[in-house]
């Protein structure tokens, strides 16, 4: 069964560093978003991106934060200066047509992100 | 704003046991509405949806119903397995936007 996979599954950094999280949605869909969730806290939506470009963002998803879809496959999403507060688990999901008529998302395993 | 409230966990249930995980949600429109489960060391996977009022979604023996008048979609199963536990995520999805709002997930815990 097609699924989403994430690189990495852990990323730990420093303060201030730029890291990339890496997903290969499922082939055939044209959706794909990214979400967090902190430690202990609820599972959060960062951004949506289709047709290589973002459709809906999060108050959250600011200047630092960037998704591209570089190739055919892969679709990243860059911090490019991490905080203390960036920690979290970050998951992609991706689905065949928009969100907004209840299409399912399917999820990926996820990134967990530590910033020191 | 829209909002997912779930029961606080984690629910400890004995094997064949009955269960319920309440969901209530606040929506302006007329949301489409998910159960997710997480099973250790993986993702969020679709566990069941409804996408309008008084349907009933329903998988590997979990059930929920869309209950407008009551703002809730409330989990249950008949009989849990110890491969049930997991953290369960109920969630929403509104029209116009692409965004799932998920509620804080209440951990299942079967014993046998």
């Known amino acids: 069964e097609p699924e989403v996979t994430q690189t990495p599954s852990h990323q730990v950094t420093q303060m201030g560093q730029e890291v990339i999280l890496r997903c290969v949605p499922i082939?055939?869909?044209?959706?794909f978003y990214w979400y967090r969730q902190i430690l202990g806290q609820k599972v959060e939506f960062l951004v949506s991106f289709y047709n290589n470009e973002i459709s809906e963002k999060s108050e959250i998803f600011d200047d630092q934060f960037s998704v591209e879809r570089p190739d055919g496959s892969n679709f990243t999403l860059k911090i490019r200066s991490t905080k203390l507060e960036d920690s979290a688990m970050y998951f992609c999901?991706?689905?065949?047509?928009?969100?907004?008529?209840?299409?399912?998302?399917?999820f990926g395993p996820g990134t967990r992100l530590l910033v020191l | 704003g829209d909002s997912v409230t779930q029961m606080e966990g984690p629910v400890t249930l004995s094997e064949e046991a009955f269960l319920t995980i309440n969901c209530t949600y606040t929506a302006t429109g007329y949301p489409s509405l998910f159960w997710y489960v997480q099973y250790p060391g993986e993702g969020l996977q679709l566990l069941l949806k409804?996408?309008?009022?008084?349907d009933k979604g329903s998988n590997k023996g979990f059930e929920a119903t869309y209950r407008k008048e009551t703002t809730s979609f409330h989990l249950e199963k008949g009989s849990v397995q110890v491969s049930d536990s997991a953290v369960y995520f109920c969630?929403?999805?509104?029209?116009?936007?692409?965004?799932?709002?998920f509620g804080t997930g209440t951990r299942l815990q079967v014993f046998p």
């Open positions: 969630a929403l999805s509104d029209r116009g936007t692409d965004k799932l709002i």
């Open positions: 999901a991706s689905s065949l047509t928009s969100g907004t008529r209840g299409e399912t998302q399917y």
């Open positions: 082939s055939n869909h044209l959706y």
């Open positions: 409804a996408t309008k009022a008084d």
